[in-house]
């Protein structure tokens, strides 16, 4: 197939040097890594080990790339107003895009693009970082889960999971967008929210703070209510493994508190904002929540 990635850093980065080395010819869309990619390739580091990888070509013009059978959109929820710009020259008349971005609202986004049944979610559990231009990093190359951006399992479900299955990554179907949603957020919201209202911590810390700790578990108690609320709501157990799988992390900068610290634009709409009035909406009460995004704001204003 020929993919188009766009936006190339930690998590495009990853999943384009997996796809290109399953045969698949691959072409970034890179608003500041294009130049690495192109001349040295992408070098992606496992565990101890690195392997580089070529790719087809990249750039930051997506009129260069052309029309793709593939699009998968990584670039952060705050540059969605982009996405005309960034998608719309990549799409053909059967092209399929996956988004992998974090929170709520970006098949919406999408959707204005290309038709709906065209859309597929990917959710990431992983843990993945930009260490330097095209060098990516994973401490948890984790899973992916994907839905239609609307209704079942689609066709379209059915081939972005077969692509990304074929290239090594854990990559299962799931029946439910909102669900797999919620499911995500059980984790973001907490742990992206928590790193920067404690004072850019990393996860680590916030487990070893026994406030921190507690309000980690009455924001997923929350995320829990609204999903159930909507008709999505997930098990207890789900709670604890998030919890779980944040010991094996360690000293984990999550993204939210990366961009946070680098001065850059924080997905607070995405990850909390959205989130917080579909919960609302639904008549939960989401009093953590809501103390959460304040901080998180007022942090930023402090910043700036």
Known sequence: MKIGIVGTGALGG???ALLAEAGHEVHCLARSDFKAIQDNGLTIRNKGQERTVRVASASPDAAKIGPCDLIVVTIKSTSNYALPELVTPLLGPSTIVVTLQNGMGNVEALAKLLPIERVVAGLCFVCINRLAPAVIDTTLAG?????AATGSISAAVETSVATFAAAGVDCQ???SLESVLWKKLCWNIPFNGLSIAGGSITTDLILANPALNERAYVLMKEVQAAAVARGHGFEDAHIKR???VTVGMGPYRPSSLIDFVEGREVEVEGIWGEPLRRGLAAGVKMPETEKLV?????RIAARK
Request: net charge neutral.
């Open 294 to 298: 304040a901080e998180i704001k007022a």
């Open 173 to 175: 179907a799931e029946a």
């Open 143 to 147: 899973y992916v889960r994907m839905a």
């Open 242 to 244: 998030q919890f779980v």
């Open 14 to 16: 990853w999943y384009a």
